[in-house]
């Protein structure tokens, strides 16, 4: 089972940027998909964005136009760059990573918090 390290969050203003890392312990190249989910407080965890190997990307609606996700193979490493940073953007962010054969696995996730 592959370990994900997620880091990056931290606290930013209204129409601030994070970017978000997600560090696998091995190659990602072969996975189903990978993604970024968030749960905020007394909320379910909800996806964020995923993309898959042909690097077609899905992004939920209230994060269209203003995160983007990416990943370097060569590094093992997904990304997650959030532009135009909301109040409602403050949870706690995970990496997800769909390994096939029903493995997946989670990081430990980060938080971020937008607030002025």
């Known amino acids: 089972q592959v370990q994900l390290v997620e880091s990056g969050g931290g606290l930013v203003q209204p129409g601030g940027s994070l970017r978000l890392s997600c560090a696998a312990s091995?190659?990602?190249?072969?996975?189903?998909?990978m993604g970024w989910y968030r749960q905020a407080p007394g909320k379910q965890r909800e996806l964020v964005a995923r993309?898959?190997?042909?690097?077609?990307?899905d992004y939920a609606v209230p994060v269209k136009g203003r995160f983007t996700i990416s990943r370097d193979n060569a590094k093992n490493t997904l990304y997650l760059q959030m532009n135009s940073l909301k109040p409602e953007d403050t949870a706690v962010y995970y990496c997800?990573?769909?390994?096939?054969?029903?493995?997946?696995?989670w990081g430990q996730g980060t938080q971020v918090t937008v607030s002025s």
């Open positions: 993309m898959f190997p042909s690097s077609r990307t």
């Open positions: 091995g190659s990602i190249v072969s996975f189903n998909f």
């Open positions: 997800h990573a769909d390994q096939g054969l029903g493995r997946t696995s």
